[in-house]
Nanobody, 115 residues
């Protein structure tokens, strides 16, 4: 049974930082592209960042220079360090594991950026 469990969401003031974590089980983690997506109210889900099995990271333009994705293949963990947060970063953040036709999602973690 595949499980992706996010943690680390919460309420933060603009300019603050949060670190999201995703614990994966039931997959050969090191083979998967791991990603973070987000969905704001009334908007479509969008990719925020992903990291390949080889460690190459990709980011949507709106978070470049502020967010950092990383993975620990020994611990089956993927992280998203979010700095200089803005109100427009408010969304539910989802962990994703993708390999060919296999695509798995976590339950989501709420991130709210507000003063």
């Amino acid at each position: 049974q595949v499980q992706l469990v996010e943690s680390g969401g919460g309420l933060v003031q603009p300019g603050g930082s949060l670190r999201l974590s995703c614990a994966a089980s039931g997959i050969t983690f090191s083979r998967y592209v791991m990603g973070w997506y987000r969905q704001a109210p009334g908007k479509q889900r969008e990719v925020v960042a992903n990291v390949t099995s080889g460690g190459t990271a990709n980011y949507v333009d709106s978070v470049k220079g502020r967010f950092t994705i990383s993975r620990d293949n020994a611990e089956n963990m993927v992280y998203l360090q979010m700095n200089s947060l803005k109100p427009e970063d408010t969304a539910v953040y989802y962990c994703n594991a993708h390999l060919f036709i296999r695509n798995y999602w976590g339950q989501g973690a709420q991130v709210t950026v507000s003063s």
